[in-house]
């Protein structure tokens, strides 16, 4: 878990950009993870902001138990993505890219949030040099890829991704993002939802039998 002196450190750097929406509170939630050695992916969110109840979470993603938050659905949205792809929450490394909360939901937010990513990604990567560089980080959010690539110009539609199209291959190599490891949509809005998508979830899971016997 990242220092309390740390993450005060990096509020005030956040402050310091301009941004006027972080929350200044602390600490941040922790990282779930259940065992490192059985980490199979990185899930990765956008920040912990929640405006309609204002909880404040122990672990990333209201984890292990979201009924304490009022987050008993969005967990379960999460765990059967997983599932889908043949994943548990004991294999996965629970994480958002800008720990911090903000005063204002992501998607009402996304100037300041991608600065305050633009801080965050530095810090992500140090936190991610526990893993290996070929275990996949899952991308929970098209916001997380557009401030990930080198080139955000190289971002595809979501459904190019989901539909295999040609040109938006999955996973996105290493060398193209900002985290140097190999990327893949897994949006978590119910459009994406894999029981509705199985070509990809099962190109998804091929991946990771890859990715495992690395």
Known sequence: MMP??????ILARLR???ITSVDDYTPFPKPFCVNPNSVKAIYLGCDPTN??????FEYA????????YHFEQFVEGHRKQLEAIRL???????????????????????????LAAGIWIPELQGEL??????????????????????????????????????GAAVPI??????LSCPLIPLYRHPKYNLSNWKQYGGMVCKHLNNAESV
């Open 129 to 166: 040099e526990q893993f290996h560089n070929d275990i996949p980080i899952l991308l929970t959010s098209q916001l997380l890829l557009h401030v990930l690539l080198h080139d955000r110009k190289n971002a595809r539609r979501a459904e190019e991704y989901y539909y295999c199209r040609e």
């Open 61 to 68: 993603f209201a984890l292990p138990d979201g009924r304490k």
């Open 88 to 114: 548990s929450w004991d294999q996965v490394y629970v994480q958002n890219l800008c720990q911090n909360y903000f005063t204002e939901e992501t998607s009402q937010n996304k100037r300041e949030w991608e």
């Open 51 to 56: 405006t309609k109840y204002m909880n404040r």
């Open 173 to 178: 190599q290493a060398e193209h993002n900002k």
């Open 4 to 9: 309390l002196e740390k993450q005060e450190d």
């Open 16 to 18: 310091a950009t301009g």
